[in-house]
């Protein structure tokens, strides 16, 4: 069993930056596909980044490419999403997820697991 806990969340205003942890335990972190996903209030949870157990690959939803960057220290068991020039758009519950893969994974219902999230808020 993977557990995965989120932090580096807050509340900040537009233009800022912020960057977000997601320490794993309890399974081989180096084999685990990782994602970050984000649900705004009222909204379905969306895919915002995704890297494979490398780190060599990332994917990123267009509305946040060329602001976000994910990357991972397997030797630390954790990943990072590095947000730049925070919107209020962007404000939402961040989770992120892992699942044993070789492949990049973009889709929710592809990871098995979950932490439980950290709060981003950005005022305008």
């Known amino acids: 069993q993977v557990q995965l806990v989120e932090s580096g969340g807050g509340l900040v205003q537009a233009g800022d930056s912020l960057r977000l942890s997601c320490a794993a335990s309890g399974g081989s972190f180096s084999s685990y596909a990782m994602g970050w996903f984000r649900q705004a209030p009222g909204k379905e949870r969306e895919f915002v980044a995704a890297?494979?157990?490398?780190?060599?690959?990332?994917d990123y939803a267009d509305s946040v490419k060329g602001r976000f960057i994910m990357s991972r220290d397997n030797a630390k068991n954790t990943v990072y999403l590095q947000m730049e020039n925070l919107n209020p758009e962007d404000t939402a519950v961040y989770y992120c997820?892992?699942?044993?893969?070789?492949?990049?994974?973009?889709?929710?219902?592809?990871?098995?697991?979950w932490g439980q999230g950290t709060q981003v808020t950005v005022s305008s």
């Open positions: 890297i494979t157990r490398s780190g060599g690959n990332t």
């Open positions: 997820a892992a699942r044993f893969s070789s492949r990049i994974l973009t889709g929710e219902f592809e990871y098995r697991y």
